[in-house]
């Protein structure tokens, strides 16, 4: 079965420091990788996707993410955060055709002025 | 605008009643998805449906019904059954293979 790991359940950083969230998926087969980010008391926003090609994978919000495939991982990078990054992310992996999403248990992403 | 609604934000119940909570989505996709959050856990499945009259059982689907009678809507029903039903409840829908879930808002069902 397939599983997602998020190594850090919170991670504090100050602003304009770089951060890196950790994701290390298991699965025996090709996946689609997700990563979400959620605002208190509100839903999942995507953040960005790695369906194949090229495996660094960018949002228009300066977050990156590299898949890994001899790692199984998919780290989310930031080379500068800010207040408003403030908020939890999680890492999913989509299941086949059904497109179900196992996702990590989360990490809150506190950054501090 | 396109997108998946939620209603109500909060509810409250008490214990022993039936609950069901709305997940509307004008955007025509397929599949729709229930799933449980919980602090700490990350998002559970609750139950899946990728065509209109038909459904599948997530992780998680005891103490839960759904229906799909139309292709806008998924209904999730919170039965006596459920021992803990408080959390919050997202609702998703995906428009094929390896697109990504849209989510609503959700709904923070609190039973006392």
């Known amino acids: 079965a397939q599983s997602v790991t998020q190594l850090d359940s919170q991670v504090p950083v100050f602003e304009e420091a770089p951060v890196e969230l950790r994701c290390n998926y298991s699965?025996?087969?090709?996946?689609?990788l997700f990563w979400y980010v959620q605002y208190p008391n509100q839903g999942l926003q995507l953040l960005l996707k790695?369906?194949?090609?090229?495996?660094l994978v960018k949002s228009i919000n300066g977050f990156e993410a590299e898949f890994n495939k001899s790692q199984t991982s998919f780290h989310l990078r930031k080379p500068s955060v800010h207040i408003s990054d403030t908020a939890e992310y999680f890492c999913?992996?989509?299941?086949?055709?059904?497109?179900?999403?196992?996702f990590g248990q989360g990490t809150t992403l506190q950054v501090k002025p | 605008d396109g997108g998946i609604t939620q209603s109500p934000k909060y509810l409250f119940r008490k214990e022993g009643q039936n609950v069901t909570l709305s997940c509307e989505q004008n955007l025509n996709h397929d599949a729709m998805y229930w799933y449980r959050q919980d602090p700490g856990q990350g998002l559970r499945l609750i139950y899946y449906s990728q065509i209109v009259n038909d459904f599948q059982k997530g992780d998680i689907a005891e103490g839960y019904s759904v229906s799909r009678e139309k292709k806008e809507s998924f209904p999730l029903t919170v039965t006596s059954a459920q021992k803990n039903p408080t959390a919050f409840y997202l609702c998703a829908s995906r428009s094929g293979t390896g697109d990504e879930q849209y989510f609503g808002p959700g709904t923070r069902l609190t039973v006392t």
């Open positions: 699965s025996s087969v090709s996946v689609y």
């Open positions: 790695y369906l194949s090609g090229s495996t």
């Open positions: 999913a992996v989509s299941e086949g055709n059904t497109g179900k999403l196992i």
